[in-house]
């Protein structure tokens, strides 16, 4: 009985075992497939495209601005870049520095959304077109670990090789083989990469047949310089207003220090497209500085060690914010108007003239 007992329990302990392994097969089976289809998407790509044209296609009019003013205009020398999220594009006005800085030019490239990847690929081709004489980067309390969703558009073949051998290079062993969400976001992006790549042809040929219905708006954003034009025209969020009309931010402090040493600095995805932005800056001859832009309802300033961390990729200068968390200031919880932007960008044209030593929160650093 004893001998009946112990095989009944082999066989089921068997069992379970063979259906493990079977499961395990099953899920290497998907990732093996997904790579090849990757490897043959990618040939196909290649084969067929340009490696200089079609760069750029994105129903997005401070995009199609981007792209004219970096791949489609003549070459020109820049004084000042900014580069950031929509944080940025709503903050600093470049007419305000322009006329703060004795007539330097200056040009707002903030856009839609939050990433290194993409700030690094502007900046790239921005000072490959260029001659770009200091690129203002902005950093905020977080940073995106996600790929952006708009570097899709803005990078050719030879660029998207490089970008799919990295984010196929984060990948551990067990996210391939137990098909984990981050394995599968990172096929996902890849698809849509390179089929954007492999349309983009015949969308830019129905761009030159059909012409380009939108070049009245372009040109508005032109003659503001890159700033989100319709900052001063549209309202406040009615919600925001509502909401927050009667409170204003408490005095702004220091930002609490997070332990975990893999995030509470800015993550490898943004450490990887930060050192290449530094490389890329230092190749051109390109001053590299890191504006810090605050939001609305988180009214301190950034950690310790994260600004010591952007001190060693550039300058770090720190606005003084005293008095901007009024909400007439801000349009929305996260994103300057009106009175607000024109008081921060002139913070930020005084640390320009004098350094950032003379930000009021030089010594807390």
Request: aromatic share 14%; net charge positive; glycine share 6%.
């Amino acid at each position: 009985m004893a001998r009946h007992g112990s095989k009944k329990h082999f066989t089921y302990e068997s069992t379970k075992q063979l259906i493990s392994i079977k499961n395990l097969c099953r899920m290497e089976n998907k990732a093996l497939k997904s790579i090849i289809f990757i490897c043959l998407l990618s040939l196909i790509s290649i084969g067929v495209l340009n490696f200089d044209a079609f760069k750029f296609c994105v129903e997005d009019r401070k995009w199609q601005w981007i792209r004219k003013k970096i791949f489609n205009s003549e070459r020109e020398s820049i004084d000042i870049a900014i580069v950031g999220s929509s944080y940025s594009w709503c903050a600093i006005r470049p007419s305000t520095i322009t006329k703060g800085l004795d007539g330097l030019n200056a040009f707002n490239f903030g856009r839609n959304w939050h990433g290194r990847d993409v700030d690094y690929f502007i900046i790239k081709y921005l000072v490959k077109k260029h001659k770009v004489n200091r690129i203002l980067l902005e950093f905020r309390d977080i940073e995106n670990q996600e790929p952006h969703q708009y570097t899709k558009y803005l990078i050719g073949p030879k660029d998207a090789v490089s970008e799919i051998c990295f984010n196929l290079r984060v990948l551990s062993y067990t996210d391939v083989i137990t098909y984990s969400q981050k394995f599968k976001r990172t096929i996902t992006y890849t698809v849509e990469l390179l089929g954007n790549l492999s349309v983009r042809p015949l969308l830019q040929s129905a761009t030159t047949l059909l012409g380009n219905s939108e070049s009245g708006e372009i040109d508005g954003i032109e003659s503001g310089q890159g700033f989100y034009v319709h900052g001063d025209t549209h309202g406040q969020e009615k919600s925001f207003a509502k909401m927050y009309r009667n409170k204003e931010a408490q005095e702004i402090t220091l930002e609490k220090s997070k332990c975990n040493r893999n995030n509470y600095l800015v993550g490898s995805r943004s450490d990887y497209y930060l050192k290449k932005i530094k490389s890329i800056c230092e190749i051109n001859d390109t001053r590299l500085s890191f504006v810090y832009v605050p939001t609305f309802i988180k009214a301190y300033l950034p950690a310790r060690e994260k600004v010591a961390y952007y001190k060693t990729l550039g300058e770090v200068l720190l606005p003084n914010v005293k008095g901007l968390f009024k909400v007439c200031y801000w349009r929305d919880k996260n994103h300057m108007f009106k009175e607000g932007s024109s008081k921060f960008t002139k913070e930020l044209i005084f640390l320009m003239k004098y350094g950032p030593a003379a930000s009021p929160y030089f010594q807390l650093y």
